[in-house]
C-alpha cells in the first residue's frame, strides 16, 4: 500500500532524499514515519510527521541530519537524509497510522501500514 523509493549508494558526508506514496488510496489524515532496519539489528524509528506537517518527531541519531517532510496535495512524505554516515546504512521503511498517541509514536507495532523499503547504503 506504500511505495518507498530513493534509496542507493551514497558517499559519507552525502544526501540523499527518500519518498513514500501510497499506491491505490490515500493516507489522508495519517501520521508518517519513517523507520530502518540495519542487518541483524532491529527495526527502529527514525522520523515522524502529523497530517498537519506542523509536528515533526525524530530519533536523537539522526536530529539536525535528516528532515521528515509531506506534500498532502501529492500524497507523498519525503525523508531528506543529510550528512549521512556509515552508520546510517539501514534498509528504510514509510509507514502510516491513522490514529497515534504521541507516546507511541516512535514504535513500530502503532503504525498498520508499511511499504516495501528502499536500501540506502553509505560508504566511509
Known amino acids: 500500500q506504500l511505495q518507498a523509493f530513493g534509496g542507493g549508494l551514497v558517499q559519507a558526508g552525502g544526501f540523499l532524499r527518500l519518498s513514500c506514496a501510497p499506491s491505490?488510496?490515500?493516507?489522508?489524515?495519517?501520521?508518517m514515519g519513517w523507520f530502518r532496519q540495519a542487518p541483524g539489528k532491529e527495526r527502529e524509528f527514525v522520523a515522524a510527521?502529523?497530517?498537519?506537517?506542523?509536528?515533526?518527531y525524530y530519533a536523537d541519531s539522526v536530529k539536525g541530519r535528516f528532515t521528515i517532510s509531506r506534500d498532502n496535495a501529492e500524497n507523498t512524505a519525503y525523508l531528506q537524509m543529510s550528512s549521512l554516515k556509515p552508520e546510517d546504512t539501514a534498509v528504510y521503511y514509510c509507514?502510516?497510522?491513522?490514529?497515534?498517541?504521541?507516546?507511541?509514536?516512535?514504535?513500530?507495532?502503532?503504525?498498520?501500514?508499511w511499504g516495501q523499503g528502499t536500501l540506502v547504503t553509505v560508504s566511509s
Open positions: 510527521i502529523k497530517w498537519s506537517a506542523r509536528t515533526t
Open positions: 509507514a502510516a497510522a491513522l490514529r497515534i498517541i504521541v507516546s507511541m509514536i516512535r514504535v513500530p507495532s502503532s503504525y498498520h501500514h
Open positions: 491505490g488510496r490515500t493516507f489522508s489524515g495519517y501520521v
